[in-house]
């Protein structure tokens, strides 16, 4: 993968008492513990399930 086309993304809510779609979506984007921090890859896809997590996730400049 090229480094331009990743987006780096750290937990920073917990997702108890949260609905069951969106403690599935942060197992997608490979996120379970909070403070943990993923590359993944920039595609709309992967852009739509951090937006369905927002309040849980932050997008981390480079």
Do not use: F
Not at 17 to 29: E, H, M, N, V, W
């Amino acid at each position: 993968m090229a480094k331009n086309n990743t987006i780096k993304i750290r937990q920073t809510g917990s997702p108890i008492r949260r609905p069951k779609d969106q403690r599935a979506t942060l197992i997608g984007l490979g996120l379970n513990k909070i403070g943990r921090t993923r590359d993944v890859q920039d595609t709309p896809a992967m852009r739509g399930m951090i937006a369905k997590v927002a309040h849980m996730v932050e997008v981390i400049e480079e």
